[in-house]
Protein backbone atom coordinates (compact mmCIF):
# COMPACT_ATOMS: atom_id res chain seq x y z
CA UNK A 1 0.00 0.00 0.00
CA UNK A 2 0.92 3.32 -0.44
CA UNK A 3 1.11 6.30 2.42
CA UNK A 4 2.09 9.84 3.15
CA UNK A 5 2.37 10.74 6.61
CA UNK A 6 2.96 14.48 7.75
CA UNK A 7 2.48 13.42 11.43
CA UNK A 8 2.51 17.48 12.15
CA UNK A 9 -0.92 18.82 12.08
CA UNK A 10 0.25 22.24 13.18
CA UNK A 11 3.23 24.32 13.42
CA UNK A 12 3.28 27.95 14.66
CA UNK A 13 6.66 29.97 14.72
CA UNK A 14 7.81 33.68 14.99
CA UNK A 15 9.22 35.34 11.91
CA UNK A 16 13.25 34.42 11.07
CA UNK A 17 12.21 31.24 12.69
CA UNK A 18 13.59 27.87 11.06
CA UNK A 19 10.95 25.36 10.60
CA UNK A 20 11.32 21.54 9.53
CA UNK A 21 8.40 20.05 8.04
CA UNK A 22 8.45 16.52 8.11
CA UNK A 23 7.09 13.60 5.49
CA UNK A 24 7.53 9.78 5.75
CA UNK A 25 6.04 7.88 2.88
CA UNK A 26 5.24 4.21 2.15
CA UNK A 27 5.47 2.26 -1.55
CA UNK A 28 6.55 -0.94 -2.88
CA UNK A 29 7.78 0.80 -5.82
CA UNK A 30 11.19 1.29 -6.99
CA UNK A 31 10.41 4.07 -9.28
CA UNK A 32 8.40 6.98 -7.47
CA UNK A 33 8.33 10.78 -7.06
CA UNK A 34 7.07 12.87 -4.65
CA UNK A 35 6.34 16.01 -4.36
CA UNK A 36 5.65 19.27 -2.56
CA UNK A 37 2.96 21.57 -2.52
CA UNK A 38 2.05 25.09 -1.09
CA UNK A 39 -1.61 25.92 -0.11
CA UNK A 40 -2.15 29.29 1.03
CA UNK A 41 -5.49 31.13 2.00
CA UNK A 42 -6.40 31.55 -1.63
CA UNK A 43 -7.06 27.89 -1.98
CA UNK A 44 -5.41 26.49 -4.78
CA UNK A 45 -2.62 24.45 -4.49
CA UNK A 46 0.75 25.48 -5.96
CA UNK A 47 3.52 23.05 -7.17
CA UNK A 48 7.24 23.58 -4.88
CA UNK A 49 9.37 20.69 -5.87
CA UNK A 50 9.32 16.82 -7.53
CA UNK A 51 11.95 14.59 -6.34
CA UNK A 52 12.84 11.26 -8.25
CA UNK A 53 13.69 7.85 -6.51
CA UNK A 54 17.02 7.53 -8.11
CA UNK A 55 18.35 11.09 -6.85
CA UNK A 56 18.81 11.79 -3.27
CA UNK A 57 20.68 14.88 -3.89
CA UNK A 58 19.32 17.54 -1.65
CA UNK A 59 17.91 20.74 -3.15
CA UNK A 60 17.77 24.51 -2.05
CA UNK A 61 16.22 27.18 -3.46
CA UNK A 62 16.42 30.34 -1.80
CA UNK A 63 15.03 29.95 1.84
CA UNK A 64 13.64 26.59 0.76
CA UNK A 65 15.32 23.20 1.31
CA UNK A 66 14.24 19.55 0.89
CA UNK A 67 16.20 16.24 2.49
CA UNK A 68 15.53 13.21 0.89
CA UNK A 69 16.65 10.25 2.49
CA UNK A 70 15.38 6.36 0.78
CA UNK A 71 16.67 4.91 3.53
CA UNK A 72 14.19 6.43 6.24
CA UNK A 73 11.38 6.90 3.44
CA UNK A 74 11.73 10.37 4.33
CA UNK A 75 11.38 13.79 2.20
CA UNK A 76 11.56 16.74 4.85
CA UNK A 77 11.19 20.71 3.85
CA UNK A 78 12.99 23.02 5.13
CA UNK A 79 12.15 26.67 5.30
CA UNK A 80 14.98 29.25 6.55
CA UNK A 81 14.50 32.50 8.26
CA UNK A 82 10.42 32.37 7.89
CA UNK A 83 8.71 35.14 6.99
CA UNK A 84 4.66 35.33 7.43
CA UNK A 85 4.11 35.09 3.43
CA UNK A 86 5.15 31.33 4.30
CA UNK A 87 1.72 30.98 6.31
CA UNK A 88 0.11 28.71 4.58
CA UNK A 89 -0.45 24.76 4.15
CA UNK A 90 1.98 22.24 3.26
CA UNK A 91 1.33 19.05 1.48
CA UNK A 92 3.99 15.83 0.77
CA UNK A 93 2.36 13.95 -2.11
CA UNK A 94 3.58 10.65 -3.86
CA UNK A 95 2.84 9.73 -6.72
CA UNK A 96 3.33 6.35 -9.30
CA UNK A 97 5.93 6.30 -12.10
CA UNK A 98 2.95 6.01 -14.65
CA UNK A 99 1.69 8.87 -16.60
CA UNK A 100 -1.25 9.30 -14.91
CA UNK A 101 0.17 11.83 -12.46
CA UNK A 102 -2.42 10.90 -9.65
CA UNK A 103 -0.68 11.61 -6.45
CA UNK A 104 -1.74 10.56 -2.88
CA UNK A 105 -1.34 12.84 -0.45
CA UNK A 106 -0.60 13.04 3.50
CA UNK A 107 -2.57 14.75 5.38
CA UNK A 108 -0.80 18.62 5.33
CA UNK A 109 1.24 20.36 8.07
CA UNK A 110 -0.67 23.80 8.90
CA UNK A 111 2.16 26.79 9.43
CA UNK A 112 1.81 29.95 11.29
CA UNK A 113 4.26 32.38 10.74
CA UNK A 114 3.78 35.15 13.53
CA UNK A 115 5.35 38.51 13.22
CA UNK B 1 -0.19 32.10 -17.33
CA UNK B 2 -1.69 28.65 -16.90
CA UNK B 3 -4.83 28.38 -15.18
CA UNK B 4 -7.15 25.68 -14.16
CA UNK B 5 -10.57 27.46 -13.23
CA UNK B 6 -13.62 26.00 -10.95
CA UNK B 7 -16.61 27.76 -11.91
CA UNK B 8 -17.67 28.59 -7.93
CA UNK B 9 -15.44 28.93 -5.04
CA UNK B 10 -18.98 28.41 -2.60
CA UNK B 11 -21.62 26.25 -3.16
CA UNK B 12 -24.97 26.31 -0.92
CA UNK B 13 -26.80 22.81 -1.85
CA UNK B 14 -29.71 20.70 -0.49
CA UNK B 15 -30.06 17.30 0.28
CA UNK B 16 -31.24 15.43 -2.34
CA UNK B 17 -30.23 17.92 -5.16
CA UNK B 18 -28.01 17.17 -8.24
CA UNK B 19 -24.74 19.25 -8.37
CA UNK B 20 -22.26 20.21 -10.80
CA UNK B 21 -18.90 21.16 -10.13
CA UNK B 22 -17.27 22.51 -13.30
CA UNK B 23 -13.56 22.81 -13.72
CA UNK B 24 -11.80 24.22 -17.23
CA UNK B 25 -7.96 24.49 -17.94
CA UNK B 26 -6.52 26.21 -20.79
CA UNK B 27 -3.21 24.05 -20.82
CA UNK B 28 -4.25 21.43 -23.03
CA UNK B 29 -3.61 19.16 -20.46
CA UNK B 30 -4.74 15.39 -21.40
CA UNK B 31 -5.03 14.09 -17.61
CA UNK B 32 -7.39 15.92 -14.99
CA UNK B 33 -8.32 14.88 -11.61
CA UNK B 34 -10.86 16.02 -8.84
CA UNK B 35 -9.94 15.21 -5.50
CA UNK B 36 -11.95 16.29 -2.08
CA UNK B 37 -9.63 18.17 0.69
CA UNK B 38 -11.38 17.35 4.44
CA UNK B 39 -9.14 18.45 7.48
CA UNK B 40 -6.86 15.78 8.76
CA UNK B 41 -7.13 13.66 5.88
CA UNK B 42 -5.47 15.70 3.04
CA UNK B 43 -6.39 15.43 -0.13
CA UNK B 44 -8.26 12.51 -1.52
CA UNK B 45 -8.59 11.55 -5.03
CA UNK B 46 -12.40 10.91 -6.59
CA UNK B 47 -12.20 10.33 -9.79
CA UNK B 48 -9.30 10.94 -12.85
CA UNK B 49 -9.67 11.49 -16.82
CA UNK B 50 -6.79 10.71 -18.96
CA UNK B 51 -8.53 11.46 -22.03
CA UNK B 52 -12.02 12.82 -23.64
CA UNK B 53 -14.85 10.42 -22.28
CA UNK B 54 -12.40 8.71 -20.84
CA UNK B 55 -12.03 8.00 -17.03
CA UNK B 56 -10.84 6.21 -13.55
CA UNK B 57 -12.48 5.89 -10.30
CA UNK B 58 -9.84 7.19 -7.76
CA UNK B 59 -9.97 6.54 -4.02
CA UNK B 60 -13.51 7.45 -3.07
CA UNK B 61 -15.87 7.74 -5.91
CA UNK B 62 -18.84 6.47 -4.46
CA UNK B 63 -21.70 9.28 -5.12
CA UNK B 64 -20.21 10.88 -7.41
CA UNK B 65 -19.81 10.75 -11.40
CA UNK B 66 -17.90 12.68 -13.76
CA UNK B 67 -18.39 13.98 -17.55
CA UNK B 68 -15.34 15.21 -19.86
CA UNK B 69 -17.03 15.77 -23.02
CA UNK B 70 -14.18 18.00 -24.22
CA UNK B 71 -10.33 18.25 -23.11
CA UNK B 72 -10.19 21.49 -21.16
CA UNK B 73 -13.80 20.45 -19.18
CA UNK B 74 -14.28 17.97 -16.29
CA UNK B 75 -17.01 17.92 -14.43
CA UNK B 76 -17.86 16.20 -11.39
CA UNK B 77 -21.68 15.64 -10.66
CA UNK B 78 -23.23 14.52 -7.15
CA UNK B 79 -26.00 12.56 -8.29
CA UNK B 80 -28.49 13.36 -4.35
CA UNK B 81 -26.08 15.44 -2.27
CA UNK B 82 -25.63 14.37 1.43
CA UNK B 83 -24.53 16.57 4.27
CA UNK B 84 -21.64 14.01 4.33
CA UNK B 85 -20.08 15.18 0.93
CA UNK B 86 -20.03 19.02 2.66
CA UNK B 87 -16.34 19.30 1.54
CA UNK B 88 -13.55 21.46 -0.36
CA UNK B 89 -13.58 19.94 -3.93
CA UNK B 90 -10.19 20.61 -6.03
CA UNK B 91 -9.70 20.55 -9.68
CA UNK B 92 -6.26 19.83 -11.55
CA UNK B 93 -4.87 19.08 -14.55
CA UNK B 94 -1.54 17.91 -15.88
CA UNK B 95 0.32 16.54 -19.01
CA UNK B 96 0.72 13.11 -19.63
CA UNK B 97 3.79 11.32 -18.80
CA UNK B 98 7.05 11.45 -16.47
CA UNK B 99 5.00 12.01 -13.26
CA UNK B 100 4.18 15.22 -14.07
CA UNK B 101 3.31 18.37 -11.72
CA UNK B 102 -0.34 18.95 -11.31
CA UNK B 103 -2.08 22.46 -11.74
CA UNK B 104 -4.69 23.22 -9.19
CA UNK B 105 -7.85 25.43 -9.34
CA UNK B 106 -8.74 27.52 -6.53
CA UNK B 107 -11.08 25.28 -5.20
CA UNK B 108 -15.08 25.09 -4.67
CA UNK B 109 -16.49 24.75 -0.73
CA UNK B 110 -19.16 22.97 -1.05
CA UNK B 111 -22.08 22.76 1.77
CA UNK B 112 -24.92 20.21 1.88
CA UNK B 113 -27.45 21.50 3.96
Known amino acids: AQKVTQAQTEISVVEKEDVTLDCVYETRDTTYYLFWYKQPPSGELVFLIRRNSFDEQNEISGRYSWNFQKSTSSFNFTITASQVVDSAVYFC????????????FGQGTTLQVKP | DVKVTQSSRYLVKRTGEKVFLECVQDMDHENMFWYRQDPGLGLRLIYFSYDVKMKEKGDIPEGYSVSREKKERFSLILESASTNQTSMYLC????????????FGQGTRLTVV
Open chain 1, 93 to 104: ALSHSGNTGKLI
Open chain 2, 92 to 103: ASSNWGGAPEAF
